[in-house]
């Protein structure tokens, strides 16, 4: 294993990592096929246990589809206007596991416990 990136874009931002995850996570649901904003947010406060603004989480998608991290497309709506479903592209997966790999590093050899006793959270 390479201690570098094998993309050459900077490491996803934590809200970034947060809601491709999402996206992932909402995109296999039942009847799935893609994840929508509102249910992006909804993922992100039920699981991450965060208020997010629904105009953070759009912009935030939009940045990502900017990027080649996620894609979208219109999906077919019942009633009212179509939803535009996003899905994570290959260079999103990419993305999220080098993000992953290098937190997992940083994380080598962190013992927290010492600081969390000396403070009483232990």
Same mark, same amino acid.
């Given at each position: ?7 050459? #874009?900077? &490491? !996803? ?6 809601? !491709? ?8 649901? &039942? ?30 998608? #939009? ?13 077919? +709506? ?14 999103? +997966? ?11 590093? !940083? ?7 010492? !600081? ?7």
């Amino acid at each position: 294993m390479s201690n570098q990136p094998t993309t050459s #874009d900077a &490491p !996803l931002g934590t809200f970034e990592e947060q809601v !491709l995850l999402a996206v992932l996570r909402t995109g296999r649901a &039942p009847g799935g096929g893609g994840a929508y904003g509102m249910a992006v947010r909804r993922e992100l406060e039920e699981v991450a246990g965060r208020e997010v603004a629904i105009g953070a989480v759009y912009a935030t998608l #939009d940045r990502l589809e900017a990027k080649g991290l996620l894609a979208s497309e219109r999906g077919e +709506a019942v009633a009212g206007p179509s939803r535009r479903l996003f899905n994570v592209t290959p260079r999103g +997966a990419r993305a999220l596991a080098d993000t992953r790999e290098m937190r997992e590093r !940083l994380w080598q050899g962190v013992d927290l416990v010492p !600081l969390l006793a000396a403070r009483g959270g232990g």
